[in-house]
């Protein structure tokens, strides 16, 4: 879990960089409002796939076992919703 939050602030940080290089290379080569947004916009998509791939990567995060954390997590909600 510790990890999967870790790989959020690479997300972000990918999210915001290339929200922001996307955005100043239309601005600079357009002056187009629209353009700018819109780069803004897929730019910060980009970045975040991007960024949650170096994640993956430098976090080694394809080695966590998802379907056992998953099921350990509803077994964990199974027995507090079921203790009240």
Not at 17 to 37: E, I, N, P, V
Not at 52 to 66: C, F, G, K, M, P
Request: charged content about 15%; cysteine-free.
């Amino acid at each position: 879990m510790r990890t999967a939050r870790e790989a959020v602030q690479y997300g972000l940080t990918g999210s915001a960089l290339g929200a922001l290089f996307t955005a100043g290379f239309a601005w600079k080569y357009s002056r187009s409002l629209h353009g700018t947004g819109l780069s803004l916009l897929a730019g910060g998509v980009f970045g975040w796939t991007f960024g949650h791939e170096i994640a993956n990567h430098s976090l080694q995060l394809y080695r966590v076992d998802t379907l056992a954390s998953e099921a350990k997590f509803l077994e964990w909600w199974k027995s507090k919703t079921e203790g009240y």
